[in-house]
């Protein structure tokens, strides 16, 4: 069975929250949190409030992104 494809889309980051979690708020009006991938979190990528980030979703659950 093959692995369900990621939904991406464009957000800003509105808050900074602990864990290395980030409330996003999309294009759409919609806010989810949201944690950086692999690579960011290795090489530490800095996200500060008010970047434009994309955002991959799981077509499961839709509240939480990478």
């Known amino acids: ?3 369900e ?3 991406e889309v ?3 980051v509105t808050k900074a ?3 290395a979690q980030f409330s996003v708020t999309m294009d759409n ?3 989810i949190t949201a944690y950086p991938a692999g ?3 290795r090489f530490f990528i800095k996200i500060i409030p008010g ?3 994309t ?12």
């Open 1 to 3: 069975m093959p692995k």
């Open 5 to 7: 494809e990621a939904v």
């Open 10 to 12: 464009e957000g800003v």
């Open 17 to 19: 929250l602990s864990n």
């Open 29 to 31: 009006g919609h806010a």
């Open 39 to 41: 690579k960011m979190r």
């Open 51 to 53: 970047d434009a980030v």
């Open 55 to 66: 955002v991959a979703m799981s077509p499961y659950d839709l509240s939480k992104g990478r």
